[in-house]
């Protein structure tokens, strides 16, 4: 598969923020910060580091 | 652009799978790299794997949380959730063209020469059911004498684990060939069935399958990186719905939560600059030179 060449430049326009995203951040950061309050990465790490036998389709 | 397209997700194919000592060792990799999450679909018992697999890890605290609560320990999925959410709301399904593993997969099968078949657009929904029963509500509600639920994804539908865990750890542990049974044969059909599929149609799998292509694609409208549209330059020359490979007609929804961003309707189809892609409110275009107009 070819592809056509390309030019890269960045036009300058009016910077408009959007709130949403910025909402949407905040919202998944407290819930990554709430699940390391309670030590959830710990549980995940453990899960993590054994084999899933019903994944690898045993068990 | 493909190309470098074809680059990146070769180098998060080895940095998601970047063990490569366990043929040595002939364990997992143990190492702490695994607390944090794969932007892709990539089995977390593949024995490579450097990351853990946020749907294999949300099913995991989804099928115990009854027991978790009841031992006062509230692991209900907020640290993977949370990992996916900040994922998709920077770079929304950017991630299914650019990082994921199995995705990658798919595309190489695709070059294959062979007849190309569409996909229907009904089929799309598939994930979406894929990621609310199989990832979520069965995983919590079905449950064992013991309060256990099970990896419905993992264990009954997931071709990446399949490919990427079920094929090696068999190789390297012989103690686990006698245990394969129905379960694995089924597997491995569901797996022979979507890498048959992705030579016929264009990420069969990430369209109709995929619960974290589902999930990501619910932010594509509101992600950081999205694409930027403008009706004023666009011509309608339909050039951007011809190259676009997951069908989407991208002058009406260039955001639509099917798009995998590979972007080839900004750097390879549109001459007028009416596409281009929005990264946190700047706006980059990458535009394809006309033929006249040589690269110096």
Same mark, same amino acid.
């Given at each position: &598969?070819?592809?056509?060449?390309?030019? &890269?430049?960045?036009?300058?326009?009016?910077?408009?923020?959007?709130?949403?995203?910025?909402?949407l951040?905040?919202?998944?950061?407290?819930?990554?910060?709430?699940?390391?309050?309670v030590?959830e990465?710990?549980?995940?790490?453990?899960?993590?580091?054994?084999?899933c036998?019903p994944?690898i389709?045993?068990? | 652009?493909?190309?470098?397209?074809?680059?990146?997700?070769?180098?998060?194919?080895f940095?998601?799978?970047?063990?490569?000592?366990f043929?040595?060792?002939?364990t997992?990799y143990?190492g702490?790299?695994?607390? $944090?999450?794969s932007?892709?679909? !990539?089995?977390?018992?593949?024995? #490579?794997?450097?990351?853990?697999?946020?749907?294999?890890?949300?099913?995991?605290?989804?099928l115990?949380?009854?027991?978790s609560?009841q !031992?006062?320990?509230?692991?209900?999925?907020s640290?993977?959730?949370?990992?996916?959410?900040?994922?998709?709301?920077?770079?929304?399904?950017?991630?299914?063209?650019?990082?994921?593993?199995f995705?990658?997969?798919? @595309?190489?099968l695709?070059?294959?020469?062979s007849?190309?078949?569409?996909?229907?657009?009904?089929? #799309?929904?598939?994930?979406?059911?894929?990621?609310?029963?199989?990832?979520?509500l069965?995983? $919590?509600t079905?449950?064992?004498?013991?309060?256990?639920?099970?990896?419905?994804?993992?264990?009954?539908l997931?071709p990446?684990?399949?490919l990427e865990?079920g094929?090696?750890m068999?190789?390297?542990?012989?103690?686990?060939?006698?245990?394969?049974?129905?379960?694995?044969?089924?597997?491995?059909?569901?797996? #022979?069935l979507v890498?048959?599929? +992705?030579?016929?149609s264009?990420?069969p799998?990430c369209?109709?399958?995929c619960?974290?292509?589902?999930?990501y694609?619910?932010?594509n409208r509101?992600?950081?990186?999205?694409?930027?549209?403008?009706?004023d !330059?666009?011509?309608?020359?339909?050039?951007?719905?011809r190259?676009?490979?997951?069908?989407?007609?991208v @002058?009406? +929804?260039?955001? +639509?939560?099917?798009c995998?961003?590979c972007?080839?309707?900004?750097?390879e189809?549109?001459?007028?600059?009416?596409?281009a892609?929005?990264?946190a409110?700047?706006?980059?275009?990458?535009?394809?030179?006309?033929p006249e107009?040589?690269?110096?």
């Open positions: &598969m070819t592809s056509a060449p390309t030019t &890269m430049r960045t036009k300058k326009r009016t910077f408009v923020p959007r709130r949403t995203p910025l909402v951040l905040l919202v998944f950061l407290l819930l990554l910060l709430a699940g390391i309050a030590n990465p710990a549980r995940v790490l453990e899960q993590a580091r054994s084999v036998l994944c389709g045993i068990g | 652009m493909e190309r470098l397209r074809l680059w990146i997700q070769a180098l998060w194919f940095l998601s799978n970047g063990y490569w000592a043929p040595v060792s002939g997992l143990q702490p790299l695994k607390v $944090l999450c932007p892709g679909l !990539n089995c977390y018992s593949c024995p #490579a794997a450097t990351t853990f697999c946020p749907v294999g890890s949300l099913q995991q605290l989804l115990g949380v009854r027991l609560l !031992n006062g320990q509230a692991y209900v999925g640290y993977v959730v949370g990992c996916m959410g900040l994922l998709g709301t920077v770079f929304g399904r950017l991630i299914c063209g650019w990082a994921c593993p995705g990658l997969v798919q @595309d190489l695709h070059r294959i020469p007849p190309k078949v569409p996909i229907p657009k009904g089929l #799309a929904w598939g994930k979406h059911l894929v990621l609310l029963f199989l990832v979520v069965l995983p $919590l079905v449950l064992d004498d013991f309060g256990l639920g099970l990896p419905w994804f993992c264990k009954f997931c990446a684990g399949t865990a094929l090696p068999l190789l390297l542990m012989p103690d686990l060939r006698p245990a394969a049974g129905i379960l694995y044969l089924y597997k491995l059909s569901v797996l #022979a890498l048959l599929w +992705s030579v016929a264009f990420r799998f369209r109709t399958l619960p974290l292509g589902a999930f694609g619910l932010f509101v992600s950081l990186i999205r694409l930027k549209f403008d009706a !330059n666009c011509t309608k020359c339909g050039a951007c719905r190259i676009c490979p997951v069908d989407i007609r @002058d009406r +929804s260039p955001n +639509s939560g099917e995998i961003r972007l080839r309707c900004c750097t189809a549109c001459q007028f600059d009416a596409l892609v929005e990264i409110g700047h706006v980059w275009q990458a535009r394809p030179v006309p107009q040589p690269v110096r």
